[in-house]
């Protein structure tokens, strides 16, 4: 006779508190990400650290978007940002914005999402 089994939690969140360790939204220097903020590693992954971590670190050797970030590490974007938040306040990944600074008075590019627009209908 085997041992009585534990149900799953089929909606992933009881592994997201485990994650987060309890926490529900991103805190502090986070407060200010959105999904087009740029991630960008510091430091390598240490030996012993959560693997979720390892991997934004690993993914982020190159700039991210947070969006793209999420997509490969299948994480919505509340809890990526709680272990973002982690890591910035750890000073292991930098957060950049996507649009450079001289660019910001000038408004979306037209013509790119004319392309995107046009991408999109013929899906």
Same mark, same amino acid.
């Given at each position: 006779?085997?041992?009585? &089994? ?5 909606? *992933?969140?009881? &592994?997201?508190?485990?994650?987060? &360790?309890?926490? /529900?939204? %991103? ?30 670190? &690993? !993914?982020?050797?190159? %700039?991210? /978007?947070?969006?793209?970030? *999420? ?24 957060? !950049? ?27």
């Amino acid at each position: 006779m085997s041992a009585p &089994r534990r149900p799953t939690d089929p909606s *992933g969140l009881e &592994r997201y508190y485990v994650l987060t &360790r309890g926490r /529900s939204g %991103p805190g502090g220097s986070a407060s200010s990400l959105d999904v087009a903020t740029l991630i960008v590693s510091r430091t390598a992954p240490v030996p012993g650290m959560q693997h979720e971590y390892e991997e934004i670190l &690993r !993914r982020c050797r190159d %700039p991210l /978007s947070v969006a793209e970030l *999420g997509a490969h590490l299948g994480l919505p974007f509340n809890i990526l940002a709680v272990l973002l938040t982690d890591l910035l306040e750890a000073g292991r990944v930098q957060a !950049r914005d996507p649009i450079p600074a001289q660019a910001a008075g000038r408004g979306p590019d037209l013509a790119l999402l004319e392309e995107v627009l046009s991408g999109l209908e013929r899906l």
